[in-house]
């Protein structure tokens, strides 16, 4: 990553802001822990230890969602993944704050209130804009540099993202260096072997956009999960169930439709679709056919099926890199997991480039006792991952470059 200035670059025992994605599910108003706050301590930890006053920046949640709450939860999660207190003020850069931030000494810690309460930093505006903002000219003076660690989040141009990386010397936190240089790997790389990309999950719009960019820098499509069965239905496999709140195959479907349809076309050879697929039989428990014998109005399909996971399996072990974007199946259920946890124990059993994408599907990980060691990269980036495997640049990304 030599384009970007990173921790290596700065002085021991400064005053630094950073900038994490500790963007978390709630449930019932209390914030899930998940590995997100595992990998940002690394880098809390490494500043606190080489004694620096480290100032924390996070949001979570959108306005009006009941997902948008304080971050005091957060900073005791966090204090419990670094092995050391972190503090908690509930104000982003009022005078509370700055009095807060005053009162450290090295190797403390300090996590400001929730990025999104303050009223400047969400409209997306370019990072010029964002770094004339009171936010910003405020905060700023208090610091010796700022580091971006947020990778998950450097798609979106908001102030705490853009704008302290123009009014302060920029660094790349160890969690931005490694989910950069992983997740533009499909995209600025050059394989001599196979390149494989396991596509599934329940994003129509996510999976069209990725194939359609990395047509020509993936040999092989391995599709699953409702997006495959997009697939399949544009190639004329009467399936198509939707799942609750979803209207993929009703209202959705002609938008979609002929975008799938060109794909197969246009790129029938590289794409694999499921051979067959699995189901709830009456007695509750799982059951397969084959995709040749699905009959119209048949059931909803959770998972892909068992000869589709052997073949999946085997061209995984023929490939020289694999990228996974999205689930083969309902794994969260324990009955529809084959497909998902056949292909990630397959890419863990080879010594093949790997990154697995997307919250939902890399959480499938650790349900089922994987280690993510056994992995190149499990990355904790949702819409950054998309942005990143379609080769867009990442806005939090440029401004950190020298
Ligand atoms: N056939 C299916 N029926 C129902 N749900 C499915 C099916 N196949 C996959 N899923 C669901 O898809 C989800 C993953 O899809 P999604 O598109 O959200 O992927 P992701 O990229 O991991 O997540 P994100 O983009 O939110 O980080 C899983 O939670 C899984 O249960
Ligand atoms: O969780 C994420 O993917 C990031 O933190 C971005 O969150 P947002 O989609 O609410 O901007």
Redesign the pocket.
Known sequence: MTSFKTLDDLEDGQRVLVRLDLNSPVEDGEVQDNRRFDRHAETVRELAERDFRVVLLAHQGRPGRDTFVSLEQHADILSEHVGRPVQFVPDTFGDDALAAIDDLDGGDVLLLENTRMCDEELPEEDPETKAETEFVETLAPVFDGYVNDAYSAAHRSHASLVGFALALPAHAGRVMETEYEANTAIAEREFDGEVTMVV????AT??IDVMTALEDKVDTFLL??????LFLRADGVPVGRD?EGMDLFDDQWEANEETIRGLIDDYGDQIRLALDLAFEAEGGERAEIEVGDVAEKDR????VGSNTVSEYAATIEESEAVFV?????????ER?ADG?VGVLEAIAGTDCFSVV???????AIEMYGMEESDFGHVSI???A??RALTGERLVGVEVLRE
């Not at 599934?200 to 994003?203: A, D, H, I, R, S």
């Not at 909803?300 to 998972?303: N, P, T, V």
């Not at 974007?325 to 259920?333: H, Q, R, T, W, Y």
């Open positions: 599934g999950g329940t994003k996510d999976v699953g999960g409702i997006a495959g069965e799942i909803a399909f959770l998972d974007k999205g689930a083969l199946g309902l794994f969260e259920d529809f998902t994408g997307g919250g939902d599907t890399s959480r980036a949702g819409g991952y998309i």
